[in-house]
């Protein structure tokens, strides 16, 4: 919990250490596209705080060491990390536009050139 804090108090670090680990694993996260839009979503100053801050949360859990199912583990690795992103986008499910879509789905694209 600790570290959680930790992550969400220096915002900025969080997200940047979200985006590295993305790009290393872009390719073997089938949610990849709606990490980025989570990540396009909390950057977007037009999005209210409460929606920030879930979102925030989820990637948090994306990019701490500590994990309910480690990284580590061939196929059931992520399938925490995928499920914690699901619920997040669940609550929040008309927050994330088009546009934070479209821009994940192009970042992908640029990144795995």
């Known amino acids: 919990m600790d570290a959680a804090r930790r992550a969400l108090r220096d ?14 694993l872009a ?4 949610f990849a596209e709606d990490l980025l839009a989570a990540y396009f979503c909390v950057r ?6 409460r929606i920030r801050w879930i979102l925030l949360l989820a990637l948090a ?9 480690p990284d ?5 690795g992520f399938t925490d990390d995928a ?13 994330l536009k088009p546009e934070h879509r479209a821009r994940a789905r192009e970042t992908l694209d640029r990144e795995q050139d």
Do not use: C, I, N, W
């Open 61 to 69: 859990y994306f990019v701490l060491p500590v994990d309910t199912v």
């Open 44 to 49: 977007d100053p037009a999005t209210p705080p």
């Open 11 to 24: 915002e900025e670090d969080m997200l940047q250490r979200m985006r590295e680990k993305l790009r290393r």
């Open 27 to 30: 390719r073997q996260l089938p």
């Open 83 to 95: 499920a914690v992103l699901a619920t997040a986008l669940a609550s929040v499910r008309g927050a």
């Open 72 to 76: 580590v583990l061939p196929v059931l």
